[in-house]
């Protein structure tokens, strides 16, 4: 059986509230639900139980210091010219930048690809299967919440998540997370 992995950071119940409170206004799109909101420190991808295991293993000692953020904006992910995704902005990256590293060499060192692709830390608000005659939408949401903001918040545990896809999106169960101890 493969495992479709990702490790990623859930922010406290008040920011979920706050985030869910602006999502709406936007046709086709699917909002995210609480369950699912997270900002993603590291794609993982299929792998089997064992390396799911030895993932687990390496996982519980990595550690971070506390990390300390706030919700800065939002905006967009285009892919082939349309947009397939609304975010949240994360600010200061710095510490984040830093675990996604961290993160990133132990999984290249147990023998996984390096992330291909560069880290920019947000959290997924909506997915778009087609942004075809909701640009205006999508640009008007971005302009009413591009002054979103929060209070300074704490990440307080590294969690392994696995990803199921269903006919109405990505369902996310916990496999196992670690406390931010610093």
């Known amino acids: 059986m493969m495992h479709r992995l990702f490790i990623g ?3 406290p119940r008040e920011i979920r509230a706050a985030l869910i409170a602006i999502m709406g206004g936007v046709g086709g799109a699917r ?3 609480d369950d699912q909101l997270h900002l993603t420190l590291r794609y993982i991808g299929e792998v089997d139980h064992r390396t799911a295991e030895e993932i687990a293993i390496t996982l519980a000692r990595v550690h971070a210091p506390p990390l300390t953020v706030a ?4 905006g967009q992910f285009h892919k082939q010219g349309r ?3 609304i975010w949240a902005g994360v600010a200061p990256g710095d510490a984040l930048h830093r675990l996604h590293h961290k993160i990133d060499h132990a999984l290249v060192a147990l023998g996984l690809p390096a992330e291909g692709r560069a880290f920019r830390p947000h959290i997924t608000l909506a997915r778009l299967a087609r942004s075809l005659g909701v640009a205006d ?3 008007a949401f971005v302009a009413t919440h591009a002054a979103l903001a929060s209070p300074p918040f704490a990440f307080s545990h590294i ?3 696995e990803s199921q896809l ?11 997370r670690w406390p931010i101890d610093g």
């Open 9 to 11: 950071l859930r922010p």
């Open 31 to 33: 909002w995210q639900s």
């Open 71 to 74: 919700l800065h904006g939002v």
């Open 83 to 85: 947009t397939d995704a």
């Open 137 to 139: 939408q999508v640009d």
């Open 159 to 161: 969690t392994l998540f």
């Open 166 to 176: 269903t006919r109405d999106g990505a369902r996310y169960e916990v496999v196992d």
